[in-house]
């Protein structure tokens, strides 16, 4: 037995099931959402999306960075995105420590992680505005494209819109 036999099992009882082949890897409603790794968060269900919908980019804090703004930039002119969503979330483990949290938390473990930068979230409202205002103004993505922000809150499911 090994650590994912659960997994491969699970697999074979959804590919029983599968339906979505005829999917052509567009996103069908022309929508990438920018959002957290985090488990609580279904981001499909959470907007009324199905599979096909929108392209999904997930990382820790849902922040825009460079890798972020790439895999943009190829939705935007490769798979069919036109609008932009970047949801952050309530009770987000980036928000509770700040990069010199981390190393000292890998230091413990004899894993110098100063070469890396991992974008914790002090402020999440402007580390939001931040984001926007890093895809708003990317020289790589059309000019005037809609982008939004919203927080979503893990307790009660729902979005609240940035103002900004």
Known sequence: MTSFDDLYAANARFAKKFGNSGLTGRAGR???VVTCMDSRIDPLGLLGLKPGDAKILRNAGARVTDDVL???VL???LLGVE???VMPHTDCGMAKVTDPD???LTQER???TRSLEFHTVPDQNEALRHDLTRIRTSPFLPEGMPVAGAIY???TGLLTPAAF
């Open 30 to 32: 022309g929508l990438a």
């Open 70 to 72: 790439r895999t943009l």
């Open 75 to 77: 939705a935007v002119y």
């Open 83 to 85: 609008r932009v969503l």
């Open 102 to 104: 981390v190393y000292a």
């Open 110 to 112: 004899g894993v110098d």
């Open 153 to 155: 809150d893990v307790r």
